[in-house]
């Protein structure tokens, strides 16, 4: 099933899928070992145009739709979900949101670099103190005139320790609640800003995660991206194309933790048969082939809508939330069937095992699409 797909995206998916077959998944053991990703590799997929793969011609990019860099991304992950989400950030938050909602001076300025890879984004919402509840966030941005000044504090922001280009969730007026909220297209060199060191974490360990805090930073007025008090609803829109990015993370997971299960049951052997001849096993692998599909369907649905610029709020959060739970769900089974030998290093799928676990906490914890979704059913 080709999920509509024109010719040239679907040539781009085997792309994809050759250049994270031939470049990332023989990198993807060490990556996790040490912990970071190549800046080679970054500046190999910038040459490749997938850095700006949605991007407009007009700004550099190549201009696919997002059902199209579904697949690129699906690909990437497979091979190393670390590199898939500092893929979907850059593209799918930090390129996009400029797209949609700045202006023509800040489109010009920053998407060209963005599209080539000479400058990477991070988007920078979450803090210490506001994960779920973004509207609670306390970072503020005044407005004197010429410039905002900046202050606060984001935590777990992907691509931190890599980005030129920081998305900035900010309060322009403390008082006004989510109508209070701003955003900013912010440059890291700017004085007052510093990063912290990588967090050590779980899984997709290539994937760089950082605290930033913003003191006194002076951010020009035309870095406003969008209006005053528009913040909330961008990042609410934008949130859309996150869930998608990491619905197809999780698939890219979820397939590569059951190819390799099918592989192992074939050749490990156990009371003279291969683990593949033994019913209960063979069921856990259709459970799990079963479900992948599924979430496919779900997810190139939720893509598609957003293509065709349809409300697509519950279908994103379904995505997301079945596409997490299905990678969730996959990768512990194969470890199971790998055994004790699942549990081990030497194993890919003690590492799917790991990555799985953060698609169900960021881009929303499943209960935050549980909470859009009961709430779409119930309106009135
Ligand atoms: C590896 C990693 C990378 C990340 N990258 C980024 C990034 O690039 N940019 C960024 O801005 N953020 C990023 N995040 C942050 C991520 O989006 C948040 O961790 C997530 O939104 C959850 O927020 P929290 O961690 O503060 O948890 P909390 O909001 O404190 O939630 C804790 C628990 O309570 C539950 N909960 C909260 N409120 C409710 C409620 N009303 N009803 C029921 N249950 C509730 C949650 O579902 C969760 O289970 C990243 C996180 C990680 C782990």
Not at 98 to 118: H, R, S, V
Not at 165 to 187: M, Q, W, Y
């Amino acid at each position: 099933m080709d999920f509509n797909l024109s010719e040239e995206e679907l040539e781009f998916k085997q792309m994809a899928r050759e250049f994270a077959e031939k470049r990332l998944y023989p990198q993807a053991e060490e990556m996790d070992e040490k912990a970071e990703t190549p800046k080679e590799l970054i500046k190999e997929c910038g040459e490749l145009g997938y850095l700006g793969f949605t991007v407009p011609e007009e700004y550099g990019g190549m201009g696919f739709s997002s059902t199209a860099f579904a697949g690129v991304l699906e690909e990437f992950s497979a091979a190393c979900a670390g590199f898939g989400i500092l893929l979907s950030v850059h593209c799918s938050l930090c390129c996009e949101i400029i797209n949609l909602f700045g202006n023509d001076d800040i489109k010009k300025k920053y998407l060209p670099p963005m599209a080539t890879g000479e400058k990477i984004g991070s988007y920078c919402l979450t803090e210490p103190n506001a994960g779920t509840d973004l509207v609670s966030i306390s970072s503020t941005a005044e407005n004197k005139g010429d410039y905002y000044l900046l202050n606060g504090t984001k935590t777990f922001v992907t691509n931190g320790g890599l980005a030129s280009v920081f998305i900035i969730f900010a309060k322009t007026n403390p008082d006004e609640g989510h109508r209070g909220l701003s955003c900013f297209v912010v440059d890291s060199n700017l004085d007052g800003i510093s990063i912290g060191k990588p967090e050590k974490k779980c899984g997709i360990k290539a994937s760089d995660t950082r605290e930033i805090s913003f003191v006194d930073v002076k951010v020009p007025k035309e870095n406003l991206l969008g209006e005053e008090g528009n913040g909330f609803r961008m990042a609410v829109t934008i949130l859309n194309s996150g869930r998608i990015g990491v619905s197809f993370q999780a698939i890219g997971i979820a397939q590569s933790a059951l190819n390799e299960t099918i592989k192992y049951s074939k050749e490990r052997k156990q009371f003279g048969k291969p683990l593949a001849a033994f019913q209960a096993l063979q069921f856990k692998m259709a459970d799990m082939a079963t479900r992948i599909d599924a979430s496919r369907l779900l997810a190139y649905r939720a893509a598609q809508l957003k293509d065709a610029g349809k409300p697509c709020h519950r279908e994103t959060s379904m995505s997301k939330l079945f596409c997490s739970q299905t990678a969730n769900f996959v990768a512990n089974e194969a470890v199971q069937i790998h055994g004790g030998y699942g549990y081990m290093k030497e194993y890919a799928v003690e590492r799917y095992f790991r990555d799985a676990r953060v698609t169900e906490i960021y881009e929303g914890t499943s209960e935050a699409h549980r909470m859009v979704i009961s709430k779409d059913l119930l309106k009135d």
